[in-house]
């Protein structure tokens, strides 16, 4: 079992900036990847951003590409969202999730992955 705890939401005004960030606790962290994913109010989930075990490669949703960027640092146990420029649409909950798979098995869809955060809310306002 991995137990992920997001923290950092809050609200922020449009073209303001967030940090978000997800501890992780149990196994060992660097055996996963992680991923952001968010959910807004009637619609369903999805991917934001995802890092590979090492932290070398990188995948980000093209809604979010140019203004978030994902990190992690494994001694910490600890995977970052930093998100500039903020939009009122990006306003949602923003969920952290572990993967075990292989980076090339990995996907983008929710469903697929193996543990999730309780999510922290994200309110960008206009």
């Known amino acids: 079992q991995v137990q992920l705890v997001e923290s950092g939401g809050g609200l922020v005004e449009g073209g303001g900036s967030l940090r978000l960030s997800c501890a992780a606790s149990?196994?060992?962290?660097?055996?996963?990847?992680m991923g952001w994913f968010r959910q807004a109010p009637g619609k369903e989930r999805e991917f934001v951003a995802r890092?590979?075990?090492?932290?070398?490669?990188?995948d980000y949703a093209d809604s979010v590409k140019g203004r978030f960027t994902i990190s992690r640092d494994n001694a910490k146990n600890t995977v970052y969202l930093q998100m500039n420029d903020l939009k009122p649409e990006d306003t949602a909950v923003y969920y952290c999730a572990a993967d075990s798979t292989s980076w090339l098995s990995s996907s983008t869809t929710p469903t697929a992955w193996d543990y999730w955060g309780q999510g922290t809310q994200v309110t960008v306002s206009s």
């Open positions: 149990g196994r060992t962290f660097s055996n996963y990847h």
């Open positions: 890092i590979s075990r090492s932290g070398v490669i990188k």
